[in-house]
């Protein structure tokens, strides 16, 4: 079946410091989705990404979906405290309602 | 809106006993899940429903059984809990892709 795998499994980080985590799929995805948990928390909706290559920024945080639309990536220009949490991505395989969870990068910012 | 309403927030039930998590949204949204997380883990979907009268096993259903009451309604019924079944339960509606979570049940099994 399908699966998702992030690495890395743990990040820590200094305030300021750039962090990346990366996202493989064993199937080709229809889309890919990120989303963050603070500790104690629930999952937040960050984005969605569709198109082959296509890449998303919002503010701090840049999104990628890969060419073959198997892979993804989340890059945090210069961390702050807040942005501690865990990110998971999610993906999607065509003709599916079905989204399957990559394990997660637990990021600690150390001020 | 009240958005993705889960309950009870916590329970403990001994090994055998049964019981239903609830979950409903205000939305309108067609989509429903039911997740479980367990300590340290990414989220594992249990049964999803892509619309009203359908329900569909998801990567770890066993154990678990789902009742779309409704548009608003999904419930997850354990007839029979078991330890391994210890864990943090995520209930979602969706929207054109974007998932919406619940706030979540504590799910302890002695």
């Known amino acids: 079946g399908q699966q998702v795998m992030q690495i890395p499994q743990y990040q820590h980080v200094q305030e300021g410091e750039d962090f990346t985590t990366y996202c493989n799929s064993s199937?080709?995805?229809?889309?890919i989705q990120w989303y963050k948990q603070r500790p104690g928390g629930h999952p937040v909706f960050l984005i969605q990404?569709?198109?082959?290559?296509e890449v998303k920024k919002q503010k701090r945080l840049t999104f990628q979906f890969g060419e073959a639309k198997k892979n993804s990536s989340l890059h945090i220009t210069a961390t702050q405290t807040t942005d501690v949490g865990t990110y998971f991505c999610a993906g999607k395989a065509s003709g599916t309602y079905k989204y399957i969870f990559g394990t997660g990068t637990r990021l600690k910012v150390l001020a | 809106n009240a958005g993705v309403t889960q309950t009870p927030k916590f329970q403990v039930l001994k090994t055998g006993q049964s019981m239903t998590l609830q979950c409903a949204q205000d939305?309108?949204?067609?989509?429903m899940y039911w997740y479980r997380q367990d300590p340290g883990m990414g989220l594992r979907l249990i049964y999803y429903?892509?619309?009203?009268?359908?329900?569909d096993k998801g990567e770890v259903p066993n154990g678990y059984n789902v009742s779309r009451l409704n548009k608003r309604e999904f419930s997850l019924r354990l007839e029979s809990a078991a330890p391994s079944q210890t864990s943090v339960y995520f209930c979602?509606?969706?929207?054109?892709?974007?998932?919406?979570f619940g706030p979540g049940t504590r799910l302890t099994v002695t």
């Open positions: 979602a509606s969706n929207l054109q892709g974007e998932q919406y």
């Open positions: 990404l569709v198109k082959s290559g």
């Open positions: 429903s892509a619309s009203e009268g359908t329900t």
């Open positions: 939305m309108n949204h067609n989509s």
């Open positions: 199937t080709t995805l229809s889309n």
